[in-house]
């Protein structure tokens, strides 16, 4: 998987937040990580499997894992200025959907931080053929209409990939969730079921 790692001013361990991006993942949120190094963070921006030039099939089931991996690679020790005591997730819609499941399933992240994620995938869209192919699929190579649908739909029913489901594994670990009450993509409701849950 690609990524890159923006580290802070100065020698000594630093905490690291690693963005995970949302659905194609044209907005990349570089914004936050500027922002965040600026304020002293470590920040890490991967690309799942099969998408922005990662190597491998892409696939939303596999989105928690690859985030496993990349919490695998910080904890080798490799960047020194990276402290693996203090790691936290911060997800932007989809990506804060695997965040979600990926702090559910692991205690190494401090603090997870969700922006206008998605919560019960069942409960969204995303696999309209029309919307799909405006929003979605001409960004994700090897992908079409039906493949793409045939992914999304996947998600649906299955408690281990419902962020609402598995978030109160999470506590007592801290959680922020922001989300506009005008989402026209991601509403809401999404939000508050697992807000709810937590």
């Not at 998408?51 to 496993?68: L, V």
């Not at 594994?169 to 939000?191: F, G, K, N, T, W």
Request: hydrophobic share 45%; with cysteine.
């Amino acid at each position: 998987m690609l990524g890159r790692l923006f580290l802070a001013a100065g020698d000594g361990p630093k905490p690291t937040a690693i963005i995970l991006h949302g659905l194609p993942g044209i907005e990349q949120n570089h914004d936050l990580a500027h922002a965040l190094r600026d304020q002293g963070w470590n920040t890490v921006i991967f690309h799942y499997q099969g998408c922005w030039g990662s190597g491998g099939e892409y696939a939303f089931k596999t989105q928690p894992d690859d985030a496993i991996v990349c919490l695998d690679y910080l904890e080798t020790g490799i960047h020194p200025q990276v402290d693996t005591s203090r790691l936290v997730l911060i997800g932007h819609s989809m990506g804060g959907w695997a965040a979600g499941l990926t702090a559910a399933r692991d205690p190494r992240p401090k603090a997870l931080a969700v922006i206008s994620g998605v919560g019960d995938p069942a409960k969204l869209r995303f696999d309209d053929p029309v919307m799909s192919a405006a929003e979605f699929f001409p960004w994700l190579p090897g992908l079409t209409a039906e493949s793409f649908g045939a992914l999304w739909r996947g998600l649906a029913g299955i408690d281990e990939l419902n962020p609402a489901r598995q978030i109160a594994r999470l506590s007592p670990r801290p959680l922020l969730m922001i989300h506009p009450e005008l989402d026209d993509v991601v509403p809401i409701d999404c939000a508050r079921e697992v807000f709810a849950q937590a």
